[in-house]
């Protein structure tokens, strides 16, 4: 009864991922999880049937009579542990968008393309918790966009559904249609980056201040090779992430750069009611007793080379 219920919930499992191989060996499974469908995670209906089945099999678990306690012990574990992978959420891709622009007249056209023609259309392309900041210090000419996407296809197609989109085509036209001598910027720096296993999708934070006051402070922290790379990403999954949640940084996302120009990078970015409060959490952060045991781990030494740090405001029209 309990193999005919696992059997089921593989099968019905949303994440992308099943099991295709196991067997009973005394006290346990050898299992050999390989990637699946990629499509059935998006329906809810999955997980309802899924949780149904796992109910289902945790009742049949209870009615085995097992030689021994250790035995059933285990067995019981691996259900549960195998439950929860399967229910793992799936990591979100970022792109992270840096306009460069060379005066106010530029700023002032991009950011009606953005908000009157961009975002409107990312929406109807089913992308939604689109964020648009800018530097804290007005010398630099900097605006930010930060897409959050579900899946590689989505960002791959995203061209395609603008470029067929009536409306982004007619309220875009300025930016898409200026010409050479009269650009809406100097340039572009895009960067491509996954959510790290700690947080997994992005954090929408609760600030109650003026969008003026609010500070979002994106960090890239680079390292010296990518195994020392590995090893930060590591700390914020164990433990550094956290440490930041106990303290009420508000991480909106934590990510590992897939393409950019700076490698290997892990970028994140935190967010404050206003500059007194950012300063006042970091001198917390520095002065608490588990980030100071984690930070003095001998496995997590020398793990990023520098620090990179740019504070930022949230436009009105910002989603984060």
Request: aromatic residues 16%; glycine residues 4%; charged residues 25%.
């Amino acid at each position: 009864m309990v193999l005919c219920w696992f059997q089921m919930i593989r099968m019905v499992s949303f994440t992308g991922f099943h099991i295709n191989k196991y067997y009973y060996q005394g006290a346990g499974f050898i299992l050999n999880p390989t990637p699946w469908f990629l499509l059935f995670h998006e329906f809810k209906i999955i997980k309802i049937i899924s949780t149904f089945i796992y109910f289902k099999m945790l009742s049949a678990l209870r009615q085995i009579k097992f030689p021994d306690s250790t035995s059933g012990l285990l067995v019981i574990l691996f259900f549960l542990s195998s439950h929860v992978y399967a229910f793992a959420p799936k990591r979100e891709l970022y792109q992270l968008k840096i306009y460069h622009l060379k005066d106010n007249s530029q700023k002032d056209r991009l950011e009606k393309y953005l908000k009157e023609a961009y975002l409107p259309a990312l929406h109807r392309a089913g992308i939604g918790k689109v964020g648009v900041f800018k530097p804290v210090y007005e010398a630099d000419s900097l605006l930010y966009v930060l897409i959050p996407f579900k899946s590689a296809d989505q960002f791959m197609s995203l061209s395609e559904k603008l470029a067929s989109d009536k409306t982004y085509l007619a309220a875009g036209d300025d930016y898409l249609n200026t010409s050479f001598d009269n650009p809406v910027f100097k340039g572009i720096e895009s960067e491509f980056m996954e959510a790290i296993s700690g947080l997994p999708v992005m954090n929408l934070p609760k600030l109650k201040s003026a969008f003026n006051e609010r500070i979002y402070e994106l960090r890239r922290y680079e390292a010296a090779s990518e195994k020392l790379h590995e090893n930060k990403i590591a700390q914020f999954n164990n433990g550094e992430l956290d440490i930041f949640k106990k303290l009420g940084f508000n991480t909106v996302f934590s990510s590992q750069v897939k393409v950019g120009k700076k490698l290997p990078a892990l970028v994140y970015m935190t967010s404050f009611e206003n500059k007194e409060e950012r300063d006042a959490h970091w001198k917390a952060f520095g002065a608490d007793p588990d980030w100071k045991k984690l930070n003095a781990l001998p496995e997590y030494a020398h793990n990023f080379l520098r620090a990179d740090i740019y504070l930022l405001h949230p436009t009105a029209y910002s989603e984060i």
